[in-house]
């Protein structure tokens, strides 16, 4: 997805120049006939139909639900580099109960808020919690460096959180003989207050054990790792390729860190937003997840997941992504410095 490559300082030099025809909004069958010219509108219909089962709809909730695939030839390289992660069973599930109603009131209200001092001008926008990357405009910006922002995040329920930094660090400075005293500008600490937040570290858990519980691997050898991000999608015609975000994509190819790739969605397909669903493009039929408040969609990032996310044609959608890797040298830290 574009608004994924968008966060990554590589972003630019990965972004394949899509064809007209690339895109979530057709099924793999007519993206690929030969024989442009009118169609019989009902036949596209019933195709489309055909084509698109869904794997987690809307109205219903799943503890869980999986499916296993072969995995594709991409791991082959590293699978010596990293033994007991890289994925030896490979496929898709889903959690709708793993993550609380309350975490997600908390997530969306960081995904709101921040979102509210940027935004893209096209339909499409991230905010990087780790590198602080927001979209703004045509372009982005570092949110932890934006005026704007600076009080976004000091209201009442992240007092305690600054509390305990400044006591942390403070009490860090003077352990360390000769340090400067610690001063915390302003800047430095909306990103302390907003990397504190406690329900991020703690879905991101949730996700972690999950995912490696399924997959039957190490949670040792998993790791966080970049762009991990929040992400908004309107109906707003995009202005730049970066609010192009129904291309079918590889993960592991837009981005060789990961691994396993998490979706969070925050919002409700046919409630919140319309479109923007999320399709695995797979030989025999296009597979739909459809978005719902709390539901956790985890797969593994090689082409045997390849997958869009259809055009949002009405309202907001709001997602995160979260992301891991079996390589340490592309781990990040959590999103919580005190926890
Ligand atoms: O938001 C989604 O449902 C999927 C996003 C996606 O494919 C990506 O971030 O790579
Ligand atoms: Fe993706």
Redesign the pocket.
Known sequence: ?T???RSSQKSPGIVKQPSKTDTCSHSSSERESPHPGPRIEWRRIITRLLMMVPFAAQKEEISKRSVEISCSKDYADELRHFQGCIPKKCGRVIFDTLVTTSEVAALLNIAERGLSVGGSTGGASILDLHSGALSHGNAFVNIFKLEEAKNLFNAQDFKIYRLKIMKSLKKLGSKIKGAAPVVVTKAESVRLNFGELGTCGHVKNKIHHAIANHFGISRSGLYLTHPT?F?R?TPVPPQTIHDE?WHP?V?KE??ESFHY?S?L?LSDFGHHFDG???IFIDKDSNKT?E?RRGRV?AFTSGSENL???ERVTGGT?Y?I?V?FTCDPNHAIDDPTVNR
């Open positions: 997805m608004v994924k490559q991000f992400s999608i975000y994509h993960d837009t981005y790739t979706l969605y923007g669903r999320f997840v978005p969609s997958h869009c996310v959608r997602a992504t992301s």
